[in-house]
């Protein structure tokens, strides 16, 4: 079997991880393709690096762009690219504009495609990933569901008997790369000046075009985290600078200590060192989940609904009107006592996609 993995940002490259493993230890043939959305090293190589995945096979280098010209230049740049290495499947990867440029490919030329993290939902169309996710879904072969919430969503669409329940591969790295954390596999990660590992701090990301493209909500938000009576170390994406830089807004004050993304080992390892989270990235909110620490989601909603229950993830959804002795109480809650339970899975979802390609192919 012929597999192409089609990647682009940063939350792919951590599923694609777990995705080479798996066929590394098959006779199947992966090909990598990244489509070049995301460039800066912080946000791409140290990905590959940090996580151990073979070096891309072919890349596209597509760079930056509105949605339109950044989706159609991963549409023209990828079609001769399938159309040479003809596939058995193409296999994308979640709800970014890469995502959706490699399954519109890979339709149009007949090309059998999976896509990985099938079925979520957020259900609010100013989302660009949630047209994207629901486009996918829809032209896609074999839908590979992380949950069973899921699987009810894509049967709601009436996509029930493409999909299947794969479980979440972003916990079989989640968990491995916290075991070597925790055995001292990995050097400390590189927090912001003025974060003592050793005392408690919340880390914060934010990169959403609803909370950094409104100036309003943006300076709304940096004043709470800015309020709080614990240090927060905001690990800054790309756009939060450029958003802030624009619209007058200095994101180091108060409590706010302002660094760079981090590599996957280093942002694990800052989790287990904090208190808590304050993100409005799916990714980090199930990472807070997975590694026992709270999450406050800046957020109307969550794809991710089952770190809500107990409360171990709590949703913002509007966070200029929220009193600072709210967001104080909200973000430096405890953790709750009882542990949560594993809706995403044991670890092993990337074995389980194989098998499901291998399946699915065998009964085209
Ligand atoms: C993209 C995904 C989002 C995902 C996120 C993870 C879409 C629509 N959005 O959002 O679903 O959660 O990746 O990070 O696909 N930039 C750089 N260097 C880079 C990449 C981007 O400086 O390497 C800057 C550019 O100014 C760019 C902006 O960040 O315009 C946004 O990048 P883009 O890839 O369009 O979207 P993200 O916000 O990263």
């Known amino acids: ?26 006779e199947h043939q992966h090909v990598i393709v990244h489509t070049g959305q995301h460039y800066d090293a912080d946000l791409s190589d140290v990905f590959f690096s940090g996580l151990g995945i073979p070096d891309p096979d072919v890349h596209l280098g597509v760079g930056s762009g509105s949605h339109g010209v950044q989706t159609g230049s991963v549409l023209s740049a990828l079609d001769p690219v399938l159309d040479a290495e003809q596939p058995d499947w193409v296999l994308v990867y979640g709800d970014t504009n890469s995502t959706i440029a490699g399954a519109l ?12 993290e099938a079925g979520l939902r957020s259900f609010n169309r100013r989302m660009p990933e949630e047209h994207n996710r629901v ?11 992380p949950t069973e919430e899921a699987m009810r969503h894509l049967a709601n669409e ?3 008997e493409r999909s299947e329940l794969a479980g979440d591969v972003m916990v079989d790295i989640c968990l491995r790369i916290r075991d070597a954390v925790l055995a001292g596999e990995h050097p400390a990660p590189a927090l912001p000046e003025g974060i003592d590992p050793t005392q408690p701090f919340l880390l914060a990301t934010l990169h959403r075009p609803d909370n950094t493209d409104d100036p309003e909500r943006l300076s709304a938000i940096i004043g709470a985290l800015a309020a709080l009576p614990v240090p927060v170390a905001l690990l800054a994406h790309p756009r939060l600078i450029a958003r802030a830089q624009q619209h007058g807004i200095e994101l180091a004050q108060g409590s706010v200590h302002v660094g760079r993304p981090l590599p996957y080992a280093g942002l694990v ?21 997975l590694l026992d620490r709270v999450c406050t989601t800046v957020r109307p909603e969550t794809e991710w609904v089952e770190t809500l229950e107990d409360g171990w993830n709590h949703l913002v959804p509007d966070p200029h009107t929220m009193a600072p002795a709210d967001w104080s109480a909200l973000a430096t809650r405890p953790a709750p006592e009882a542990p949560h339970g594993a809706p995403y899975g ?19």
């Open 1 to 26: 079997m012929k597999v192409i993995s089609i990647v682009g940002a940063r939350p792919q490259l951590v599923k694609l991880a777990a995705v080479a493993a798996a066929f590394a230890q098959t």
């Open 105 to 116: 490919s890979a339709v149009k030329q007949h090309l059998p495609v999976a896509h990985l």
């Open 135 to 145: 486009l996918t879904d829809h032209c896609a072969d074999l839908l590979l569901a």
């Open 158 to 160: 009436g996509l029930a």
């Open 269 to 289: 390892a800052a989790v287990l060192a904090s208190s808590g989270v304050v993100t409005d990235s799916g990714g980090l909110q199930k990472e807070a989940y």
């Open 346 to 364: 044991d670890g092993t979802a990337a074995q389980r996609v194989v098998k499901l390609m291998e399946q699915a192919m065998r009964r085209a």
